[in-house]
């Protein structure tokens, strides 16, 4: 725990100071209370801030016991005296005053983030570290080793909050600065004051900068100590990080804004401490090459920081699959690229960005995470392709469906015009066959029907002239008898007639059936030809009927077959 959770706890009595307004009794702070100083930072216009009023503060938070300091952070007072130096650090032209103040607040930061509950403030309310962080380019040297500290600090609480908040804030200062990368604001003024030591670190030839060191002895003590602090910065940032990936991407992005420079810049000084954290960040350099080497399997890749073995190690990879197709583009896309001076250089940022965003988006990091984003996630964007894929696949299925469905149509209505043809198709001539033959039927119906009538006729005339020729027969028997009677021959039994008594018993019986009505023209011969006629027409019925029944279930099988 930090040093200030060491301390006893005991809360003191805010000692107050009690005026009459008008009459009234009114009790003021007193000086030496949290809400004395939290009330004259809040003052119109900071009136009542001054850098004396601020050197006192960080006085009090280094040496009032931790009630006192918890009760001043209870009380928002972290969030007040950063913004104060937001305010401060708006400003166009900043007066050595302001500078100093600045100096203060920084120190009273210090201590306040030096336990549990200011830490825990910092975490919650990201915005202390935005302002701070725009004092890393603040002229005074000093005041920028103080935010170095902070934030090397603060890249260790609650982890990934705190380096993320850090990260975060260096994005939002190269966007103050209008610089290109994350960390160009911040390096570049660091290689700049290191480029500026003077001689054998002396003050021969230094940058105005360095002078300022003067008056506070060793300037070349103090520079070193500066460098020390960014450089425990860089390791912070970088250390915090599981992830490979993650470590190499954030040293990448360094590397680029001069980092490689400024360490052979920081080899020139005599201080151990800053050889150890160089070679520190050297180590983990070379650790995370061989974690790489050893993860990819890329034996070829010999140094990361040559194009031409990253490109034929990245071709390698991609070649003889559907990506060569896709880096090949990238590549001549690149050459695309026209434009000079910063607009060239702004092209091929955004084209690391947009990289960079691609591979860093898998690790679950946010947009925020560089402030250069595609402005959607990576994943999304990958989803999107997926589901593009998915629909072009769908459409060609859908394409060649639909020319199925067509092709089968036009085959059912070939079919159905094949099959609904009057003249020439089969089940239309099945169907005219079929009708042809059911005429056929009914007028075999109604000629049988005919036939039976008739023949139904025939046979009562048939019987009529049947029993006509009993009852002639009879009657000449009877007329027989009579005439045999009226000669009364010698009485036996057996009598003879001659052909004129036959034929004279036939003329009057044959009158008396024409004085009767009756019809005598009919003979038996003509009996047997109406009995022959009679047969034949049954015989032509029967043979009709069995034709027709069989034409008519062929029919009606072949068209139930279709």
Request: proline share 3%; charged share 30%; with cysteine.
């Amino acid at each position: 725990m930090v040093s200030q959770d060491k301390q006893a706890q005991v809360t003191q009595p805010i000692p107050t100071v009690v005026t009459k307004r008008n009459g009234n009794e009114y009790r003021e702070p007193d000086k030496s209370t949290p809400e004395f100083y939290i009330k004259q930072f809040l003052e119109p216009d900071m009136t009542g801030v001054t850098p004396r009023l601020v050197a006192h503060l960080a006085v009090s938070l280094r040496t009032m016991p931790l009630s006192w300091v918890r009760q001043f952070i209870e009380s928002r007072g972290l969030q007040v005296i950063t913004n104060v130096i937001g305010i401060l650090n708006k400003r166009e032209q900043k007066t050595e005053a302001d500078l100093q103040m600045e100096a203060e607040i920084l120190k009273c930061f210090k201590s306040l983030i030096n336990n549990r509950w200011g830490a825990r403030e910092v975490i919650s309310n990201p915005q202390c570290i935005y302002h701070i962080l725009l004092s890393l380019v603040s002229p005074p040297i000093q005041t920028r080793k103080l935010v170095c500290e902070i934030l090397a600090f603060v890249c260790h609480v609650d982890l990934p909050k705190g380096q993320d908040i850090v990260l975060k804030g260096m994005d939002k200062l190269r966007e103050y600065r209008r610089e290109y990368g994350r960390f160009d604001a911040w390096l570049k003024l660091l290689d700049a004051t290191l480029e500026g030591r003077g001689r054998m670190g002396s003050l021969v030839g230094a940058s105005e900068d360095v002078k300022r060191l003067g008056p506070q002895g060793a300037p070349d003590n103090h520079l070193s100590d500066y460098a020390l602090s960014n450089m425990m910065l860089v390791n912070s940032i970088i250390s915090v990080i599981e992830d490979v990936e993650v470590r190499i991407h954030l040293r990448s992005q360094m590397d680029a804004c001069g980092l490689q420079n400024i360490m052979e810049k920081m080899h020139d000084f005599s201080n151990e401490n800053l050889q150890r954290h160089v070679d520190i960040y050297t180590k983990m350099k070379d650790n995370d090459h061989e974690d790489m080497v050893e993860i990819y399997n890329e034996k070829i890749l010999s140094d990361m920081n040559d194009p031409r073995d990253v490109f034929d190690t990245i071709l390698t990879r991609v070649e003889g699959t559907r990506s060569y197709d896709f880096f090949l583009s990238t590549l001549q896309h690149l050459l695309l690229i026209q434009g000079q001076g910063d607009t060239k250089v702004r092209h091929y940022q955004l084209v690391d960005n947009m990289v960079t965003q691609i591979v860093m988006d898998r690790k679950g990091l946010t947009n925020e995470y560089d402030a250069g984003g595609l402005g959607m996630s990576v994943g999304a964007l990958i989803d999107k392709f997926a589901e593009q894929d998915q629909l072009a696949a769908a459409t060609s299925d859908a394409k060649q469906f639909k020319a199925m469905y067509e092709k089968a149509i036009k085959e059912k209505q070939e079919l159905e015009l094949e099959i609904n043809m009057t003249q020439d198709g089969l089940v239309g001539q099945l169907r005219e066959k079929t009708n042809s033959l059911e005429d056929l039927l009914r007028m075999s119906r109604k000629t049988i029907s005919t036939l039976q009538r008739k023949l139904k006729d025939t046979q009562q005339e048939h019987q009529a002239k049947l029993v006509n020729l009993d009852q002639q027969l009879k009657e000449t028997l009877q007329a027989a008898a009579e005439a045999i009677g009226e000669k009364g021959s010698s009485g036996s039994e057996k009598f003879y007639m001659g052909r004129e008594d036959v034929n004279r018993a036939y003329d009057r019986l044959r009158a008396q059936a024409i004085l009767e009505g009756g019809n005598t023209n009919e003979s038996e011969p003509e009996v047997r030809k109406e009995k022959k006629r009679k047969k034949r027409a049954q015989k032509s019925y029967s043979s009709t009927i069995q034709i027709v029944t069989s034409e008519h279930t062929k029919s009606r099988r072949l068209v139930r077959s279709f």
